[in-house]
T-cell receptor
Framework: DTAVSQTPKYLVTQMGNDKSIKCEQN?????MYWYKQDSKKFLKIMFS???????INETVPNRFSPKSPDKAHLNLHINSLELGDSAVYFC?????????FGPGTRLTVL | AQSVTQLGSHVSVSEGALVLLRCNYS??????LFWYVQYPNQGLQLLLK??????LVKGINGFEAEFKKSETSFHLTKPSAHMSDAAEYFC?????????????FGTGTRLTIIP
């Protein structure tokens, strides 16, 4: 009965590849987010979508492209992966004032 | 712009002792404040939040925090530490743009419990 789920949990890939991370929420929320947690555990917002519309884009490289096919899903596609993209990526969704996070996807770029 | 400062990247307390994790914020609007906990290799779990109303808020697992506007602080406390409290704790502030909140996080505090 997971509220916010992400797949895959782990992703190991080579530099230059393209990969996607999927996120789904069953909370009925209108707003979803992607956050990046670096190796020092620092969390920073990347994107937010409200009812399938992009609301926040925090100076993320164009290689990152979020896609929201419906308000319950927000996927993250990354082109031409670089070593610096290695991180844990968290999806979240929010009601009026609180964000609920998924379990994270640990991306390792070799 | 908002910011959050968590004093002490690592805090160690003995089992049964008081836990105090410090958080100071900066916000140009009345803040919404949150504490999240992250257990090893897991996602973030909401511990507690302050939006409006009572400034002392209680959360899960016996934690509480007090919003002090004059001190721009939102410190997290627990009277008696348990081994299961060992985790990373994040304080965050929201910009209150309803439905489009952007959470700004502090750098986290790793809590270690000494048996």
């Amino acid at each position: 009965d997971t509220a916010v789920s992400q797949t895959p949990k782990y992703l190991v890939t080579q530099m230059g590849n393209d990969k996607s991370i999927k996120c789904e929420q069953n909370l009925g929320h209108d707003t979803m987010y992607w956050y990046k947690q670096d190796s020092k555990k620092f969390l920073k917002i990347m994107f937010s979508y409200n009812n399938k519309e992009l609301i926040i884009n925090e100076t993320v490289p164009n290689r990152f492209s979020p896609k929201s096919p419906d308000k319950a899903h927000l996927n993250l596609h990354i082109n031409s992966l670089e070593l610096g993209d290695s991180a844990v990526y968290f999806c979240a969704s929010s009601d009026l004032d609180t964000q609920y996070f998924g379990p994270g996807t640990r991306l390792t770029v070799l | 712009a908002q910011s959050v400062t968590q004093l002490g990247s690592h805090v160690s307390v003995s089992e049964g002792a008081l836990v105090l994790l410090r958080c100071n914020y900066s916000s140009s609007v009345p803040p919404y404040l949150f504490w999240y906990v992250q257990y090893p290799n897991q996602g973030l779990q909401l511990l507690l939040k302050y939006t409006t109303g009572a400034t002392l808020v209680k959360g899960i697992n016996g934690f509480e925090a007090e919003f002090k506007k004059s001190e721009t602080s939102f410190h997290l406390t627990k009277p008696s530490a348990h081994m299961s409290d060992a985790a990373e704790y994040f304080c965050a502030v929201s910009d209150q743009n309803f439905g489009n909140e952007k959470l700004t996080f502090g750098t986290g505090t790793r809590l270690t419990i000494i048996p």
